[in-house]
């Protein structure tokens, strides 16, 4: 009787998914090794890099929980560990007479400040691109987090897609075709923050003509 190979998937799709399900292990991997040696979990360590990428800025329980896609008891847990470990820091919020804000400690920025940067193995990966594909990936990244946004996954992040200062494509001929208002400068692809410490949330209904805009044009 002849043998018959087992069917397998060779989609692009299939492929791109097992590429990145090797970069989320190895990235899963390295924040557990580097969360126990400061005997933190990895939901600790991720508070206290979110913390320390918005400083000055505190946040509460709730927006840390927004941010990192979390339930509030998981963050409250969280959040009371750090503070026995004498990392974290609760005060009364100037926002909110009723909330406090979250801020790191002298010992809790240095070792966020320690952690916060992405480790050399990773930055090496992405340096092996050239320009064009790093714009390229860049683009494909911003369309696959709105995608997650809009089914619910991650919360809407400070991306230039959501942002009232973004103007997609206001000069579609230039090789830089986007304008930031906020940072008065038109932008290339290559440009496109996932995270900006200027972000504007847009509204819903700007958000969407927005996205419209920058979705329907081809990468140039």
């Not at 560990?81 to 010992?107: F, G, I, M, Y």
């Not at 897609?161 to 494509?169: G, L």
Request: proline share 5%.
């Amino acid at each position: 009787m002849e043998a018959t190979l087992p069917i397998v998937d060779h989609s692009v799709e299939t492929r791109l998914l097992a590429g990145l399900s090797k970069i989320a292990l190895i990235l899963r991997h390295q924040g557990w090794t580097e969360a126990g040696e400061h005997g933190l979990t990895p939901t600790q360590s991720q508070i206290l890099s979110l913390l320390w990428s918005r400083r000055p800025t505190a946040l509460g329980v709730s927006e840390v929980a927004g941010e990192l896609a979390l339930t509030k008891p998981t963050v409250s847990d969280s959040v009371s560990a750090l503070v026995r470990k004498e990392l974290l820091q609760k005060e009364r919020s100037t926002r909110d007479a009723r909330a406090v804000d979250l801020r790191l400690t002298p010992r809790g920025e240095d070792i966020a400040a320690g952690s916060a940067g992405w480790p050399e193995f990773l930055t090496s990966a992405v340096r092996s691109l050239n320009p064009r594909e790093q714009a390229v990936f860049l683009r494909g990244l911003v369309k696959m987090v709105h995608s997650l946004q809009q089914q619910g996954y991650v919360p809407v992040s400070r991306m230039c897609v959501n942002c009232a200062s973004f103007q997609p494509f206001r000069d579609p001929q230039s090789e830089q075709p986007h304008f930031c208002e906020a940072l008065n400068t038109t932008m290339a692809d290559h440009a496109l923050r996932l995270d900006c410490p200027e972000f504007t949330a847009a509204s819903g209904e700007q958000r969407i003509l927005t996205w419209n805009t920058f979705a329907a044009e081809d990468f140039a």
